[in-house]
């Protein structure tokens, strides 16, 4: 392994303890290249420019995640809004990644200052990202019943990120403990509604605390709806992972199009998502640093008109105004009535040495 992959896992290794950095935004590039080196390619630098801090590959053949069959099982429902009536095989074939493509895409990703992973859907496609020094690992929502998987992925000791896409509390319970079996406590889980293009209101992001706790884990967001509202909303519920599709155009077509991230929105995500997570701050009900002026121009009991030495203090003569340096403004039932020693002009602040 060469000392840029050393440089790339050492970057990964505190990543999910870590609470004062905003989350990785995690660009997914799926089948977006539409079968184009050079369009993976221009992905991974577009990815780059958008400030994301890693992008995501998925690492099959068709005849490794299904069977070259015909056969009705092997085809996506009719009804379905993006691939529907098609055949399983055939969508895989058209929306793999190649393997020969791998060790270049991995290779210009970190030319770029990204952290390159995948998701393995065989034992294969993890002796390919090990021997790429793959710095982590996702399994995709439909994988994460598949226990053998799971242990050859745990097995490299590096971090694990499950997708919940269609999965019960049980299904997370046997993965998680699988994981844990062979050592590995290194572990994520993400939201994910698995459903394409997912409807927000299927989001629930309000598990994400839930699953942090009820595992023990750290928690993030696979999200597959459009836009990044979603997204944003994860991070203010402490997603340390957010993860989007992403294409050079929607208007280019593809598999993964419809629901996938142009360039100039996946920018505007890892700015607002940074924004979402400073914006959390601590619970602390005090004045800010930067609130000295406006603690300033606070109002207080100001003297509005000019006046004598013994006159009464009146509603017409003090009144609460901007800015600060008087008595507090709840004061004004207390010295309404009194007298002044002195005469003060307009506009001077109200102060026991002058009643």
Request: some cysteine; glycine content about 8%; proline content about 5%.
């Amino acid at each position: 392994m060469d000392e840029r992959f050393k440089l790339v896992n050492k970057m990964t290794e505190n990543l999910w303890l870590r609470e004062d950095v905003p989350p990785l935004i995690v660009a997914e590039m799926s089948g977006n290249h539409n079968g184009d080196l050079q369009r993976a390619l221009d992905i991974i630098d577009a990815v780059a420019d958008s400030g994301a801090g890693a992008i995501k590959f998925q690492t099959y053949t068709a005849d490794t995640i299904t069977l070259d069959c015909d056969l009705p099982r092997f085809r996506i429902s009719a009804s379905h809004p993006l691939w529907g009536g098609k055949n399983l095989h055939a969508l895989y074939e058209e929306a793999h990644t190649p393997w020969s493509w791998h060790e270049r895409l991995f290779s210009r990703a970190r030319d770029r200052g990204l952290i390159p992973f995948s998701s393995p859907f065989d034992r294969t496609a993890v002796d390919l990202l090990e021997g790429l020094g793959a710095p982590m690992y996702k399994i995709a929502s439909l994988e994460i019943g598949d226990v053998d998987l799971l242990r050859r992925v745990a097995q490299t000791g590096k971090p694990v990120i499950l997708s919940n896409g269609a999965a019960t509390l049980e299904d997370l319970d046997l993965a998680v403990r699988t994981i844990r079996d062979e050592g590995n406590n290194d572990i994520v889980i993400l939201c994910c509604t698995s459903s394409y293009p997912a409807d927000p209101s299927e989001s629930n992001l309000r598990g994400l605390p839930v699953l942090a706790d009820l595992f023990g884990v750290r928690a993030g967001l696979s999200d597959h709806t459009q836009g990044i509202g979603a997204a944003i909303a994860a991070s203010a519920l402490g997603a340390r992972l957010i993860e989007k599709h992403v294409t050079l155009s929607r208007a280019d077509g593809g598999v993964d199009a419809e629901f996938s991230l142009e360039p100039h929105e996946l920018r505007q995500l890892v700015l607002e998502t940074q924004r979402a997570w400073t914006s959390l701050g601590s619970p602390t009900f005090t004045p800010t640093a930067s609130e000295a002026e406006s603690l300033r121009l606070r109002r207080s009991l100001c003297i509005v008109k000019d006046v004598r030495e013994g006159e009464e203090l009146t509603r017409q003569n003090v009144r609460s105004i901007r800015p600060a340096g008087g008595l507090e403004p709840k004061l004004l039932d207390v010295v309404i009535g009194r007298k002044f020693r002195t005469d003060v002009s307009r506009g001077t602040a109200l102060t026991w040495d002058l009643i």
